[in-house]
């Protein structure tokens, strides 16, 4: 459910950016990634960087780091796979985040002490370290 995203929600959200005081934006709620958001995610990821550059942006997804990569890897080089452009899509997204929280939250696994994540399966990714080290790399532990 939710309220749907429309021209006055985006330029509230820039008005927002454009604040000083404001480090960046966290994309969570749902999956930003789930199949129906990415057209919207990516324009939306795209305008920002392009608009705020040094602006942080967060993401949350219940995909994991290694499959997003994975899954990049793979379809990558076969353009005409019908799955290949949402997870080209997801990994162009991942690529200009800074932080990604990976991991479906896991109610068993719920940890209250844990910065900025929820469930201890979940990991906090350092997105631009990962990609220039081509490893992953925690954000914090």
């Given at each position: 459910?939710?309220?749907?995203?429309?021209?006055?929600?985006?330029?509230?959200?820039?008005?927002?950016?454009?604040?000083d005081?404001?480090?960046?934006?966290?994309?969570?709620?749902?999956?930003?990634?789930?199949?129906?958001?990415?057209?919207?995610v990516?324009?939306?990821?795209?305008?920002?960087?392009?608009?705020?550059?040094?602006k942080?942006?967060?993401?949350?997804?219940?995909?994991?780091?290694?499959?997003?990569?994975?899954?990049?890897?793979?379809?990558?080089?076969?353009?005409?796979?019908p799955?290949?452009?949402?997870?080209?899509?997801?990994?162009?997204?991942?690529?200009?985040?800074?932080?990604?929280?990976?991991?479906?939250?896991?109610?068993?696994?719920?940890?209250?002490?844990l910065?900025?994540?929820?469930s201890?399966?979940?990991?906090?990714?350092?997105?631009?370290?990962?990609?220039?080290?081509?490893?992953?790399?925690?954000?914090?532990?």
């Amino acid at each position: 459910s939710g309220i749907p995203f429309d021209e006055p929600a985006k330029q509230e959200i820039f008005n927002e950016l454009s604040k000083d005081y404001i480090s960046g934006i966290t994309f969570s709620g749902g999956d930003p990634l789930h199949e129906n958001n990415l057209d919207e995610v990516l324009k939306l990821v795209k305008e920002i960087r392009i608009s705020f550059p040094e602006k942080t942006i967060w993401l949350y997804t219940g995909y994991t780091f290694d499959e997003l990569k994975r899954k990049y890897n793979d379809y990558k080089y076969t353009p005409f796979a019908p799955i290949a452009d949402e997870w080209l899509t997801r990994w162009e997204i991942i690529s200009m985040c800074n932080v990604l929280v990976d991991g479906e939250y896991i109610d068993a696994e719920r940890d209250v002490t844990l910065k900025w994540r929820g469930s201890k399966n979940q990991r906090v990714i350092d997105v631009q370290k990962s990609l220039a080290e081509d490893k992953m790399i925690l954000y914090c532990n």
